[in-house]
């Protein structure tokens, strides 16, 4: 098992809001920044790439996945959350890969297959 996962350099948590969610996003951003030796993505007011929502990102290693996801469970506030590995393969790290805390939003999968042939 320890063996498989060699391939995932990291892991991304794409944190979504809206306008009337900002605020508990940043909260929520504030409290991972301050309890995780995370990298924190910049805002993205808007929909950018594959994601249908604002939204920003937190990137973290392998060995931190069971503290900050059990954490992201019972303090996400209501936000939806997708969490991902990297490994290479953009849109199965964003599909099969992929767990959401809350709804799971419908991505824009066309947008990173795009990606992958040029």
Same mark, same amino acid.
């Given at each position: 098992?320890? =063996?498989d996962t060699?391939?995932?350099? &990291?892991f @991304?948590a794409h944190?979504?809001?809206?306008? $009337?969610s900002r !605020?508990v996003?940043?909260?929520?951003? =504030? =409290?991972l920044? /301050?309890?995780f030796?995370?990298r924190? %993505?910049?805002?993205?007011d808007?929909?950018?790439g *594959? @994601? *249908?929502?604002?939204?920003?990102q937190?990137?973290?290693? *392998? !060995? $931190?996945? %069971?503290?900050?996801?059990f954490?992201?469970?019972?303090h996400?506030?209501g936000?939806?959350?997708?969490? @991902? *590995?990297?490994?290479?393969? &953009?849109v199965? &790290? @964003?599909?099969?890969?992929?767990?959401?805390? %809350?709804d799971?939003? !419908?991505?824009?999968?066309?947008?990173?297959?795009a990606?992958? /042939? /040029?």
């Open positions: 098992m320890l =063996e060699k391939e995932i350099a &990291d @991304h944190v979504y809001y809206d306008r $009337q !605020e996003a940043a909260r929520v951003r =504030e =409290e920044n /301050t309890k030796d995370v924190l %993505g910049r805002w993205h808007n929909p950018i *594959p @994601h *249908p929502k604002p939204m920003y937190v990137a973290f290693l *392998p !060995e $931190q996945f %069971g503290a900050i996801v954490w992201l469970m019972l996400r506030q936000l939806d959350i997708l969490v @991902h *590995p990297t490994t290479g393969n &953009d199965a &790290d @964003h599909t099969n890969h992929a767990l959401w805390l %809350g799971k939003l !419908e991505l824009n999968i066309e947008f990173l297959r990606i992958k /042939t /040029t």
